[in-house]
């Protein structure tokens, strides 16, 4: 079955430590996207890339960086830079159909990062 | 600032009930009006989803209601079930970039 996998499912980060969190998709999906999800506050764009080798900055990508090298992974690395990085995160794609995105995201399991 | 606001932020209804959740928005160049169904520890998945060139869309139980004039739509959960029991987002969206609610966690009590 295509779908988004997102690993580790958790995962602990000591301070001043990076860490990178995996997401990988077999839709054959122009566009992915990374969130972050807290309480309350909904879902916010962290970074986005339409096509490989190509990535933009969403409202909160102070402290994130994310490559995308392949058309399948969309890989992104919490920083010691980002000073509250306890959240869920959530990796998404879509795909890009002759009148615009009219699909819906489709979103991965997430990850739940927490600081130690 | 928010682009899509959404309401109520927590929602309990009885089983059988209707479960009624809005969202407002203010950009007009909107043109996909989709709802998320988000359980505990997983990830969103689509619900249903509206353009704006339609007033009403059905599956099953959840109906959304679209209003282009006042620029506000709404899911409609008819004989809401203990199994509805998420957190559910509106979002809005124009090309490429989806704008989300802060989420509706709804409670159906057996």
């Known amino acids: 079955d295509g779908g988004i996998t997102q690993s580790p499912k958790y995962l602990f980060r000591k301070e001043g430590q990076n860490v990178t969190l995996s997401c990988e998709q077999n839709l054959n999906h122009d566009a992915m996207y990374w969130y972050r999800q807290d309480p309350g506050q909904g879902l916010r764009l962290i970074y986005y890339s339409q096509i490989v080798n190509d990535f933009q900055k969403g409202d909160i990508a102070e402290g994130y960086s994310v490559s995308r090298e392949k058309k399948e992974s969309f890989p992104l690395t919490v920083t010691s830079a980002q000073k509250n990085p306890t959240a869920f995160y959530l990796c998404?794609?879509?795909?890009?159909?002759?009148?615009?995105?009219?699909?819906?995201?489709?979103f991965g399991s997430g990850t739940r990062l927490t600081v130690v | 600032q928010q682009q899509v606001k959404q309401s109520p932020q927590s929602l309990i209804v009885q089983k059988g009930g209707i479960s009624i959740i809005n969202c407002a928005y203010e950009?007009?160049?909107?043109?996909?009006f989709p709802w998320y169904q988000q359980f505990p520890g997983k990830g969103p998945a689509l619900l249903i989803a509206?353009?704006?060139?339609?007033s009403e869309k059905k599956e099953g139980r959840f109906t959304i209601s679209f209003n282009k004039s006042a620029k506000q739509f709404s899911l409609h959960i008819m004989d809401s079930q203990p199994g509805d029991s998420a957190t559910y987002f509106c979002?809005?969206?124009?090309?490429?970039?989806?704008?989300f609610g802060t989420g509706t966690s709804l409670t159906v009590i057996p």
């Open positions: 998404a794609s879509i795909a890009s159909g002759a009148v615009g995105y009219y699909y819906g995201y489709t």
């Open positions: 979002a809005a969206s124009t090309g490429n970039q989806f704008y």
């Open positions: 950009n007009t160049a909107f043109d996909y």
């Open positions: 509206i353009r704006p060139d339609v």
